[in-house]
């Protein structure tokens, strides 16, 4: 599959760029930082264009023992010819610190439970059975103003981000 990473983030957000796809039988390799350009990526002494993808300020260096890349320049292709889903994601630190999740890990939770109805509504009747008391009283809110289907399709997701996300 040829996928192509260039809408993933603009100059001055910050996305993860992952070496090799992620294994179980390896540390993940990545780095990670702001994006301070992107398109043609050039040699450096003999200007030529190489590929295109994102420029980033280094700073984290992913996988690595002594964090040699961090503070460095790197090159994030947009394609690859052994491309996957997921080698480049938009990094939120925010969002990340909160919920102890990526964006995209928060987005596959998502995406899973609206392919799988019926563990969805498994989901939040148990949810709703066994949540905890600060969630409790935000739900009882939301459970409200909710009527049965699509409403209920948007507490789940609510529910996805901020009760499944947390540390």
């Known amino acids: 599959m040829r996928t192509s990473y260039e809408n993933v983030a603009e100059i001055g957000q910050t996305i993860k760029g992952y070496d090799f796809e992620p294994s179980s039988v390896r540390k993940d390799i990545y780095m990670q930082g702001k994006v301070i350009d992107k398109g043609w990526i050039t040699h450096p002494e003999t200007g030529h264009q190489l590929f295109k993808g994102y420029t980033i300020e280094v700073e984290i260096d992913g996988g690595s023992d002594d964090n040699a890349r961090v503070g460095e320049t790197g090159y994030i292709?947009?394609?690859?010819?052994?491309?996957?889903?997921?080698?480049?994601?938009?990094?939120?630190?925010?969002?990340?610190?909160?919920?102890?999740?990526?964006?995209?890990?928060?987005?596959?939770?998502?995406?899973?439970?609206?392919?799988?109805?019926?563990?969805?509504?498994?989901?939040?009747?148990?949810?709703?059975?066994?949540?905890?008391?600060?969630?409790?009283?935000?739900?009882?809110?939301?459970?409200?103003?909710?009527?049965?289907?699509?409403?209920?399709?948007?507490?789940?997701?609510?529910?996805?981000?901020?009760?499944?996300?947390?540390?």
């Open 77 to 167: 292709p947009f394609a690859f010819i052994c491309d996957y889903e997921g080698r480049v994601e938009l990094i939120d630190p925010e969002f990340e610190e909160k919920h102890g999740r990526t964006l995209s890990e928060v987005k596959d939770l998502v995406k899973h439970f609206k392919n799988n109805k019926q563990g969805l509504v498994d989901l939040v009747d148990n949810l709703l059975d066994d949540a905890d008391s600060y969630m409790e009283s935000a739900l009882l809110y939301d459970v409200e103003h909710c009527n049965k289907g699509r409403e209920r399709l948007a507490l789940a997701q609510y529910i996805v981000v901020n009760y499944l996300t947390e540390k």
